[in-house]
């Protein structure tokens, strides 16, 4: 969330960044909302004002009540009516602001739900652009593999070795679904473990296993509510919601709290099912698994001071590829433009692998900063030694990787001609085998 004291200040800029987000904003309406309760306010103070130099004149009154009683009796029916009037005008003055009081906090409230729906600001090296196809590249690593026979898909792969069944899953829970099995059960958390090992032993990262089911405080700290509920599934009858990804929870670790300067940056990492209806999806990537209401991943995340956080960017972009490069997976960095961005980012780094079936590149990893987006919806500040002042810390996170897009990539980088499967040997130690093999020549 910006601040509100930005907004104001920066309209001009609002304005730019709406145009290259590709976004609408009405800051007309956020002008005389903002004008409507500043005015109010003012009215409100000075009614108070009003309130108390009266209730001062009245105290003054009533110590001259006392002494006319004793001194001057004659003058007492006038004093107290004077009394009177006045207690009876200020009772209609202090329902007065009662009710301003209340028209305020409307107002705040609209006030802040207009600032939630706000995006990020672009950080200054992020292009311009309208969509994906004015991201710019940085960097490519690897090289595709050479067939001499027609690749297959993920999703013929996976039903023809028998670790991969659809049919199973609509019976259990609808379309958007697999049911891993075997091996196929076992590649999927050979991955997860695989990544986990490699962020906690060699990339510094803290291991958390936190719940998959987060209430509506914490996604709206990270930026999903209100504007992405229709992404995601609610728990009818309470206030809790399927993990999105595992973002939110890392966020709300530390909500509403002030951290050491000391202590940062803080590296979590975390793996969880993730949920997402994909309402805006209809129609897209709808065979095999790239694109599911369930899927796992491991997510990275840190809490840094802002003046480390675009250092700490690159690295968190380069732990994602050293996942990739141990599996000897070809894949390119991109660099979101404003447009492709998401709604927290300030600046996104792609990483994108690569797919035989579609003689291109598929999203495996997505690195943002957001900046102290994220930190000041989240209330998290930083204070460093001797500084009586806190700050918003900066926060970051990047897939490490997406579990199953992982298992794609792997299984259609690494298929064979009679349908088989080869493990790459940085996977072989979990995976207990080197090979998956057809399910024909399994039985």
Same mark, same amino acid.
């Given at each position: 969330?910006?601040?509100?004291?930005?907004?104001?200040?920066?309209?001009?800029?609002?304005?730019?960044?709406?145009?290259?987000?590709?976004?609408?904003?009405?800051?007309?309406?956020?002008?005389?909302?903002?004008?409507?309760?500043?005015?109010?306010?003012?009215?409100? &103070?000075?009614?108070?004002?009003?309130?108390?130099?009266?209730?001062?004149?009245?105290?003054?009154?009533?110590?001259?009540?006392?002494?006319?009683?004793?001194?001057?009796?004659?003058?007492?029916?006038?004093?107290?009516?004077?009394?009177?009037?006045?207690?009876?005008?200020?009772?209609?003055?202090?329902?007065?602001?009662?009710?301003e009081?209340?028209?305020?906090?409307?107002?705040?409230?609209?006030?802040?739900?207009?600032?939630?729906?706000?995006?990020?600001?672009?950080h200054?090296?992020?292009?311009?652009?309208?969509?994906?196809a004015?991201?710019?590249?940085?960097?490519?690593?690897?090289?595709?593999?050479?067939?001499?026979?027609?690749?297959?898909?993920?999703?013929?792969?996976?039903?023809?070795?028998?670790?991969?069944?659809?049919?199973?899953?609509?019976?259990i829970?609808?379309?958007?679904?697999?049911?891993?099995?075997?091996?196929?059960?076992?590649?999927?958390?050979?991955?997860?473990?695989?990544?986990?090992?490699?962020?906690?032993?060699e990339?510094?990262?803290?291991?958390?296993?936190p719940?998959?089911?987060?209430?509506?405080?914490?996604?709206?700290?990270?930026g999903?509510?209100?504007?992405f509920?229709?992404?995601?599934?609610?728990?009818?009858?309470?206030?809790?919601?399927?993990?999105?990804?595992?973002?939110?929870?890392?966020?709300?670790?530390?909500?509403?709290?002030?951290?050491?300067?000391?202590?940062?940056?803080?590296?979590?990492?975390?793996?969880?099912?993730?949920?997402?209806?994909?309402?805006?999806?209809?129609?897209?990537?709808?065979?095999?698994?790239?694109?599911?209401?369930?899927?796992?991943?491991?997510?990275?995340?840190k809490?840094?001071?802002?003046?480390?956080?675009?250092?700490e960017?690159?690295?968190?972009?380069?732990?994602?590829?050293?996942?990739?490069?141990?599996?000897?997976?070809?894949?390119?960095?991109?660099?979101?433009?404003?447009?492709?961005?998401?709604?927290?980012?300030a600046?996104?780094?792609?990483?994108?692998?690569?797919?035989?079936?579609?003689?291109?590149?598929? &999203?495996?990893?997505?690195?943002?900063?957001?900046?102290?987006?994220?930190?000041?919806?989240?209330?998290?500040?930083?204070?460093?030694?001797?500084?009586?002042?806190s700050?918003?810390?900066?926060?970051?996170?990047?897939?490490?990787l997406?579990?199953?897009?992982?298992?794609i990539?792997?299984?259609e980088?690494?298929?064979?001609?009679?349908?088989?499967v080869?493990?790459?040997e940085?996977?072989r130690?979990?995976?207990?085998?080197?090979r998956?093999?057809?399910?024909?020549?399994?039985?």
């Amino acid at each position: 969330m910006l601040d509100l004291g930005y907004v104001r200040e920066h309209m001009d800029a609002l304005e730019k960044m709406a145009r290259d987000r590709g976004v609408t904003l009405d800051l007309a309406a956020f002008r005389e909302l903002d004008a409507e309760r500043r005015r109010r306010i003012f009215l409100n &103070e000075q009614l108070k004002t009003h309130l108390n130099k009266v209730s001062q004149e009245i105290a003054l009154l009533k110590r001259s009540l006392v002494q006319l009683k004793t001194n001057d009796p004659s003058q007492v029916p006038g004093t107290e009516s004077l009394i009177e009037q006045n207690v009876s005008a200020m009772r209609g003055v202090s329902e007065q602001i009662k009710n301003e009081d209340k028209l305020i906090t409307e107002l705040d409230e609209r006030l802040k739900q207009f600032l939630l729906t706000i995006p990020n600001i672009p950080h200054a090296s992020v292009p311009v652009g309208k969509g994906a196809a004015d991201n710019v590249e940085v960097r490519r690593w690897g090289s595709p593999p050479k067939f001499d026979f027609a690749p297959k898909p993920h999703w013929e792969i996976g039903e023809g070795a028998g670790i991969l069944n659809f049919e199973a899953a609509i019976k259990i829970a609808g379309s958007r679904f697999a049911v891993y099995k075997g091996l196929g059960a076992r590649l999927e958390r050979a991955l997860a473990n695989f990544f986990l090992d490699v962020h906690t032993r060699e990339h510094g990262f803290t291991e958390v296993l936190p719940p998959f089911l987060v209430n509506t405080a914490s996604l709206v700290g990270v930026g999903q509510l209100p504007k992405f509920a229709a992404d995601m599934f609610h728990v009818e009858g309470t206030d809790l919601w399927l993990t999105p990804t595992s973002e939110v929870e890392l966020t709300s670790l530390h909500r509403d709290e002030t951290l050491e300067a000391d202590a940062l940056p803080i590296k979590v990492c975390a793996w969880t099912a993730c949920f997402r209806s994909e309402a805006g999806a209809a129609g897209k990537d709808t065979r095999g698994i790239k694109r599911q209401h369930q899927f796992q991943k491991v997510e990275m995340f840190k809490f840094t001071r802002p003046e480390q956080s675009y250092d700490e960017l690159e690295s968190l972009v380069r732990s994602a590829e050293a996942v990739l490069q141990k599996l000897g997976l070809h894949y390119r960095v991109m660099l979101l433009c404003t447009a492709d961005m998401g709604f927290a980012a300030a600046k996104t780094y792609d990483i994108e692998v690569w797919l035989p079936s579609t003689n291109g590149f598929m &999203e495996i990893s997505s690195c943002s900063n957001t900046e102290a987006f994220q930190a000041r919806r989240s209330g998290i500040r930083f204070k460093a030694p001797g500084n009586k002042k806190s700050e918003f810390v900066h926060t970051l996170n990047g897939s490490g990787l997406a579990v199953g897009r992982t298992w794609i990539a792997l299984v259609e980088n690494y298929q064979q001609a009679d349908g088989s499967v080869v493990i790459p040997e940085a996977l072989r130690p979990y995976m207990g085998v080197e090979r998956i093999a057809t399910e024909t020549r399994r039985r």
